[in-house]
Structure formats: structure tokens, C-alpha cells
Antibody
Framework: EVQLVESGGGLVEPGGSLRLSCAAS????????MKWVRQAPGKGLEWVSF????????HYADSVKGRFTVSRDNAENSLYLQMNSLRAEDTAVYYC??????????????????????WGKGTTVSVSS | DIQLTQSPSFLSASVGDRITITCRAS??????LAWYQQKPGIAPKLLIY???TLQSGVPSRFRGSGSGTEFTLTISSLQPEDFATYYC?????????FGPGTKVDI
């Protein structure tokens, strides 16, 4: 069964740190780009970070840039999110998600259609004193 | 940054209704758009990608259309299990931003 399982969430004081993990199973983890998405209580979905298959290309949302670090261990089929200098506004459910791409070959250039087809159940991070 | 808006933000409907949700992008994104369904306390579920391609296992009553800056998600005959919040997402650049969501309620 294709599965992503997040862990590592909890209650932390402002300024503190947490490390989230996402364990992948049922597919070849190293073949897929991965993302972290979060959802604050009662709010919508917010993309947090992206990491390429090799880990060489990484992007962050402006709201977390300089504080969060995403990494992956393809040998361990795991994705990580190191969160430092946490703020109250980082309180959310954090999901890891697999990014799949469908390539459509066209005469004047290929199209790369990405989509997030596998999601974990999420792990809750609460930042409060 | 590419911004997405959705309308309506809330939709009251009944079983059997046909409903349409619109997603607009602040700049052209070709067909790099996906739709997700989310129920309370559960991770989002992919419905449609590439604006109109139905994800495997998703019922055919869900239909996506559009390109460029305007997209629609149509549910042809609302079922009880379809009451949820729907999000569009642009995937034309790495930021993969989401729309604010449309809650479909009874």
C-alpha cells in the first residue's frame, strides 16, 4: 500500500524547534519530488516547501524561509522538516505529500503536469507559551 | 507570485444538485491546475489534475475544465459524500499555491 506517515509534531514554546518526519512506503521514494503543506486551525492549505528527488533543489514559502529546512534520506525512504524559531502562526497540521508528474509530449515542447496524489494523515504542531 | 481566487467561498446545496466552483488565477497558468476535496480532520484528496484529467478512482460526476486564468470544477449530481471543502491549486511554478477554498454544505 502506498503510504506516507508523518510524525514529530507536538507542543512547543515560541522560539523553539521541532523536527518533523515523513516515512514513505509502497513506492520508490527516490523517484518522487516531495512537499510539505500545512493547514492552520480553521484555515486553508498553505504550501510550505518542496524538495527534488535528489535533494539538490529546494524551495520554501516566504513565511518559513530562513527558519525551516527540508531534507530527505532516500536510503531510509524518509522526508524531514526541521523547524526553528517557531512562531504562534506556525501552529498547524503539517502534511507531507508526494508530487507526481505526467509528461505530455507535444510538437513544440513537452508539458509537465504535476499533482499531489498521495498525502499523509498529518501531524499537529502547536506553538504556544 | 500567482494568486488564486475561488468563488463562491461557501455554497449551500442539496443532494442531486449540479454545482460549479470557479477558480481564477492572477496570471495565465495554461492547464497547470489541480482540484482537491477535503473533509474535516482528513488530508486533502486529489480529484483532478491538468485542469481536466480525472484522478483514478474519482467518480465521473466530477468534471474540471478551463485553461489560462479561469477554471471550473463541476459536480453533476451532488452526493451525500461530496459535502466538503474544495481547493484549487496552481502547479505552474514550484510554489504550488492553493486557492482559499469553497465549502459545500447542505
Amino acid at each position: 500500500e502506498v503510504q506516507l506517515v508523518e510524525s514529530g509534531g507536538g507542543l512547543v514554546e515560541p522560539g523553539g524547534s521541532l523536527r518533523l518526519s515523513c516515512a514513505a512506503s509502497g513506492f520508490t521514494f527516490s523517484n518522487y519530488e516531495m512537499k510539505w503543506v500545512r493547514q492552520a486551525p480553521g484555515k486553508g492549505l498553505e504550501w510550505v516547501s518542496f524538495i527534488s528527488t535528489s535533494g539538490n533543489t529546494i524551495h520554501y514559502a516566504d513565511s518559513v524561509k530562513g527558519r525551516f529546512t527540508v531534507s530527505r534520506d532516500n536510503a531510509e525512504n524518509s522526508l524531514y522538516l526541521q523547524m526553528n524559531s517557531l512562531r504562534a502562526e506556525d501552529t498547524a497540521v503539517y502534511y507531507c505529500a508526494r508530487a507526481t508528474v505526467e509528461v505530455v509530449v507535444a510538437p513544440f515542447g513537452d508539458y509537465y503536469y504535476y499533482y499531489m496524489d498521495v498525502w499523509g494523515k498529518g501531524t499537529t504542531v502547536s506553538v504556544s507559551s | 507570485d500567482i494568486q488564486l481566487t475561488q468563488s463562491p467561498s461557501f455554497l449551500s446545496a442539496s443532494v442531486g444538485d449540479r454545482i460549479t466552483i470557479t477558480c481564477r488565477a492572477s496570471q495565465g497558468i495554461d492547464r497547470y491546475l489541480a482540484w482537491y476535496q477535503q473533509k474535516p480532520g482528513i488530508a486533502p484528496k486529489l480529484l483532478i489534475y491538468a485542469a481536466s484529467t480525472l484522478q483514478s478512482g474519482v467518480p465521473s460526476r466530477f468534471r474540471g475544465s478551463g485553461s489560462g486564468t479561469e477554471f471550473t470544477l463541476t459536480i453533476s449530481s451532488l452526493q451525500p459524500e461530496d459535502f466538503a471543502t474544495y481547493y484549487c491549486q496552481q502547479l505552474s511554478n514550484y510554489r504550488f499555491t492553493f486557492g482559499p477554498g469553497t465549502k459545500v454544505d447542505i
